[in-house]
């Protein structure tokens, strides 16, 4: 039971960045903009939350640059897709390359350092729910956690709530499925793909801010390590919905979990196969989903506002 209890609470936190991105990268593709660069953003993200909880003992200051930074990148993506009309695939390409040597080319001259971490830094205490967190099993998973995983939790019902049940979440939706009726109804196009990328982009970056700073207190070059595209996945795995955004990443936050596990028992199968199972099990989902997806049906489509 101790040991249940012990992996549930480890899938939970290994699936709240992809929980962050994801639900971020839901409200872009429902406005219709497909970002290929979360895995860029959400390095982006862990080193500056990183360098500002390094030098100025700050988690939360951490964490909100991380956000503010990848929605700058964020908005430099809408102005070349949205403004400009590039090809979103290409344009997502570019920001993982940038992400990854931009983030590899500052850890090593801020800090010095030609490979591995520069030095540690304070995580996330773990906050522990009195009488709660003594129920059997999901005590633990749910209540003996820290403020990015309760918060993630929040966001879910929070992200459902917002894309179904109010006007902005209807413009969303409609721009993604028909830019044209939703200019034709008054609404700036333009102007509502901003705002989702922009928001996706924050999501991102606080997403990847969790590494450093509730996980492994520290920044490794490339420590996301294909969560983003993860992300992506668990976007068209729970069909757009912000709600089942949280059952998906519960699944691969539970495969993380697991394959760590299993390294510790000392199977006598090498370790990278272990490493492996997350991303298997990505590829499974995709394979299972193939031909049952609702995607948007204005996705990654550029379109002119009528004057």
Do not use: C
């Amino acid at each position: 039971m101790e040991l249940v209890g012990s992996l549930l609470q480890a899938a939970l936190r290994m699936a709240t960045p992809l929980i962050y991105a994801a639900i971020g990268e839901t409200y872009n593709e429902r406005a219709g903009l497909l970002n290929l660069g979360i895995e860029g953003l959400m390095l982006i993200g862990a080193l500056t939350a990183y360098t500002i909880a390094f030098f100025y003992q700050s988690i939360l200051l951490g964490v909100l640059g991380a956000a503010v930074v990848a929605g700058l990148f964020g908005l430099l993506f809408a102005f070349a897709t949205v403004t400009l009309k590039a090809n979103q695939v290409i344009i997502g390409t570019a920001l993982n390359l940038i992400g990854l040597g931009m983030t590899s080319y500052v850890h090593r001259m801020l800090f010095n350092t030609l490979a591995g971490s520069a030095g540690n830094v304070q995580v996330l205490p773990t906050l522990r729910v009195p009488v709660l967190k003594d129920i059997p099993i999901i005590g633990p998973a749910l209540f003996e956690q820290n403020l990015l995983v309760y918060l993630a939790l929040l966001l879910t019902p929070i992200a459902g709530f917002v894309l179904y049940k109010t006007s902005l979440g209807l413009a969303l939706r409609a721009v993604g499925e028909h830019p044209k009726a939703t200019a034709t109804a008054g609404l700036s196009v333009t102007r509502l793909r901003y705002g989702a990328m922009v928001f996706a982009a924050m999501m991102a970056g606080i997403g990847g801010a969790y590494l450093p700073v509730a996980h492994a207190n520290t920044f490794v070059e490339n420590m996301v390590a294909g969560r983003g595209f993860i992300a992506l996945a668990i976007v068209v795995f729970s069909r757009w919905n912000p709600v089942n955004v949280l059952w998906a990443s519960l699944l691969f936050g539970f495969t993380f979990a697991l394959q760590f596990r299993l390294q510790i028992v000392n199977l006598r199968v090498a370790y990278q196969f272990l490493q492996i199972l997350p991303y298997v099990v990505t590829l499974l989902a995709m394979v299972v989903l193939r031909g049952q997806t609702a995607q948007p049906k204005a996705l990654a489509v550029p379109y002119t506002e009528q004057v």
